[in-house]
């Protein structure tokens, strides 16, 4: 009886400990970026179970692609479910919430799988610490999510971006790069990649050779005005090696815009990071031109081979089916399968050898915690306590053989691993493909290129960057010590290629920096000094009447100009001149010496000065002339009479006489005034009066007698 009781608690023990679910979450963009996720998770689950001895799947597929050593019978007590992030921070949140406290109505996971974007893995890594849940990346490579203090229980099996930023400043070394231009989207992932180059840049003491230009992240409304605006930007800074460091989202919305800017064109050399792998309608791979270049993380190790060879016989029923449906979890996404964007998995695509983007870096991330599981279980640690502290503890000291290659991690939980050097090429037949072309090696952090050569996006084989590369644009000059393309400076005119500099001649002026030509200096102004950067405006009394001139002329005489800028002068009319060229006002205009101003009713200006009179420079009246008398103003008409002599009419303003003179030509004193003989009269004194009386009574006597003799006889 005891016997049996004995046998019947074992059979529940035993029931319990198979019915105790070990859960797994994987999360990742099924509906946005592609559904093929599904499958990978479903080959890791089938591989998993082909470890695990199910016979229907060992005949399908022969030994397990990775082979755990000595697999714990308790391994079948993990369960593997699905999550759909729909390539968004708020939903894969969620969704990962549901994961860790059962809020999908499944059990909480104990680790999770995910993601692609960093910015969606970093507020999960923030869950994940809170909630104490392993979390383990196949596509998150943001050097931010290293920080251990920030981020403890977050690893991944991608390398991270700290590797690839020494993989770009490397290409820039290697091949010379004067300067290299990275635009990057204001997100965890493309920001964290441009700060791990810049940081390398730093490292070498050479900042000036790298130059960032940010562009706004925009994960739901992409606006084309803000893409082509950085772009422009990007032209502007004098470089045509451009750097892309932006995630999958916004690459395949930026590209397509880079494009319709010309920069895949001849001319220009794009450097694209992993995550530049567009495959939207406007632009797939396919279009992108022969010579581009990418960088992608070494993925694909020895068990890779065979790998492949399961792939090839997964069937869509293996993903697509209720019984994967209902074992996966689809129902409980987020975001329903069925408002997918990305086509649905087929048969094809296992024929065709299609797989997703860090396809084994998610395959081996299961795998990692498999093999954790392993060990722990093997140690005796009982199921209920896989979980947590123990767990993450177990997975930061995992290695094994993936088809990534080794897999192990470092102290941040980064799984350090090289890069290749991809190059777009003619594939022999019309057609292009991306091939690797070189390998940056994160041991040594040295980048070794094929003995083939690369193709540059001239179309042609180069060891070396193509001349057309390094030349300047117009506007820009080559820096002789760092080889670098400047803005033209003010002053100067830059043709480009790769001539230098040269200042802006007289009369000629470049107010701007990046200006091809010098630009004449408006009428009106003139630039004295070569390598001007403004024109000087022409004072008053100054004027150039054409463009260009290194100096402004005076006005002539007879004219004047009171303002600056002036192209002419204004006359100053009437017969006026004016007494020395370059005069500012219209009172420097007057009659010339010899000329009187006339200012009547018929005639208005300088006219001719009449004989007998002066006529200084200016605007006063005439003057008499000594020896000249005149009747005065008759409408600027003059009756001028000579007088006797000098002494009467001695000179000076019209119709005046010598003191005490009147009358016409002067020649009478004035009443009560007798000549003296300077010419003048002196007003008569109280004695003077006597001789007048007598020579009157005299005369009175005389013209008395004469009438008396006209009255007498003739005769006598």
Partial sequence: MALAMRGILALCLCGHTLAQELALGVYGPVTTRSQLYLAMVASFDLDLRNNLNEAAIRSRFGDPVIAIPNPHAQLANVKVRIGNSAGTPETGVATALDFMLGLDGETPIVGLVGGVFSSISMPIASVAAVQKVTQISYGSTSPALSNKDTYPYFLRTVPPDSIQGQAFWNWIVTFEVPLAVCMYAVEPYGQGLFLAIEEQSKLAGEEGRLKGVSVRYMPTTFVVEEARGAIQIAKSLGSRFIFVSMNSQMSNEFVPVMVSEGMFEPGWQVLGSEALTPYGPAVTEADLPIGFMRWNPVSRGSKFPAFSSMWSKLTENDVMSATARARYKYDNF?????????????????????????????????????????????????????????????????QFEGISGPVSFNANGDRLASYELLNQRPDGSGGKVLEMAGMFSATNGELTILSSGLYWMDGQIWPKPPAALTNCDPGFYKEEISGQCKACPRGFKCPGGALPYQQCGRGYFANETGMVECRPCAAGNFAAEVGSAECGQCLAGFYTDLEGQEACMKCPKGTYMPNKEATQCIPCGMGQVTEESGS????????????FMCNSSSTVGCQPCPEGLSCAAGLDPPTQQPGFWTFGDQECSFEVIRCRDTLECPGSSLSTCASGRQGIACNNCAEGYYPLDDGTCSQCGPGDSLPALFTGIFAVIVIIALLSSVNADLNQ
């Fill in 334 to 398: 987020k975001v329903p399968l069925s408002s997918a964007t990305v086509p649905a998995v087929t048969d094809a695509n296992f024929a065709n050898g299609d797989l997703p983007s860090y396809d084994s870096f998610l395959f081996d991330a299961c795998y990692t915690f498999v093999f954790a599981i392993n060990t722990l279980l093997h140690a005796g640690t009982a199921l209920a306590d896989i979980k947590e502290q123990t767990l993450l503890d177990q997975v930061k000291i995992t």
């Fill in 584 to 595: 500012q006002s219209q009172m420097d205009c007057r009659c010339a010496e010899g000329t």
